[in-house]
């Protein structure tokens, strides 16, 4: 069974640093674009970025490029998503999302994590 | 604004068909496959829809995707009551070089 299992709910000042993890298992982690998407309280779904853990090849949204960063551990089948700075209006659920097909970039995502809730708050 | 607008809201009677509009642009929808996606508050999203009209093994056949120019569109028929959720379309944006959602359209069955 494919799973992909995140880290859990963080609370954090503005300025601080913080890394999520998103740990796969049930397939091949380097055959998969791996997706990172952000839905703020109350509102819709945002695509941040994408990794291919083989080569570890990141594509950023613009919205969020310079803003996060997006890496992948293959040895341990785990993809990440750090911030250096954090900001009160980074508080959301964020989702990792495995790319349904194999070798395509294309927005078609499942399984998803089952989210982490990141608070920024003085 | 999001790049792919779909309405905010639709309803629709038990046992009718809804269909839930996605409208982009020759950089997205006209050029790539479009997914869709259901999610329930407070819980993760589900693949319902992928490559415009393909559904994953065990979603129900009462889901069907299609697209036509720069607009795309999710059809729910048999309208159940635990079909009441939002739905959210996607897609690549060439121009962008990144994926796209719609703002999401909240589906109550009256």
């Known amino acids: 069974e494919v799973q992909l299992v995140q880290s859990g709910a963080e609370v954090k000042k503005p300025g601080e640093s913080l890394k999520i993890s998103c740990k796969t298992s049930?397939?091949?982690?380097?055959?998969?674009?791996i997706a990172w998407v952000r839905q703020m309280p109350g509102r819709g779904l945002e695509w941040m970025g994408i990794?291919?853990?083989?080569?570890?090849?990141?594509i950023y949204s613009p919205s969020f490029q310079g803003q996060v960063t997006i890496s992948a551990d293959k040895s341990i089948s785990t993809a990440y998503l750090q911030w250096s700075s954090l900001k009160a209006s980074d508080t959301a659920v964020y989702f990792c999302?495995?790319?349904?097909?194999?070798?395509?970039?294309?927005?078609?995502?499942?399984?998803w994590g089952q989210g982490t809730l990141v608070t920024v708050s003085s | 604004q999001s790049v792919l607008t779909q309405p905010p809201s639709a309803s629709e009677t038990p046992g009718q068909t809804v269909t839930i509009s996605c409208s982009g642009s020759?950089?997205?929808?006209?050029?790539?496959?479009v997914s869709w996606y259901q999610q329930f508050p407070g819980t993760t999203p589900k693949l319902l829809i992928y490559?415009?009209?393909q559904r994953p093994s065990g979603v129900p056949d009462r889901f069907s995707g299609s697209k036509s120019g720069t607009s795309a569109s999710l059809a729910i028929s048999g309208l159940r009551s635990e079909d009441e959720a939002d739905y959210y379309c996607?897609?690549?944006?060439?121009?962008?070089?990144?994926?796209?959602f719609g703002g999401g359209t909240k589906l109550t069955v009256l």
């Open positions: 999302a495995r790319h349904f097909l194999t070798g395509t970039k294309d927005p078609q995502f499942g399984p």
């Open positions: 049930g397939y091949s982690f380097t055959s998969y674009w």
């Open positions: 990794i291919y853990p083989s080569d570890s090849d990141t």
């Open positions: 020759s950089s997205n929808i006209r050029s790539n496959y």
């Open positions: 490559r415009t009209d």
């Open positions: 996607a897609a690549w944006d060439d121009s962008l070089s990144g994926g796209v």
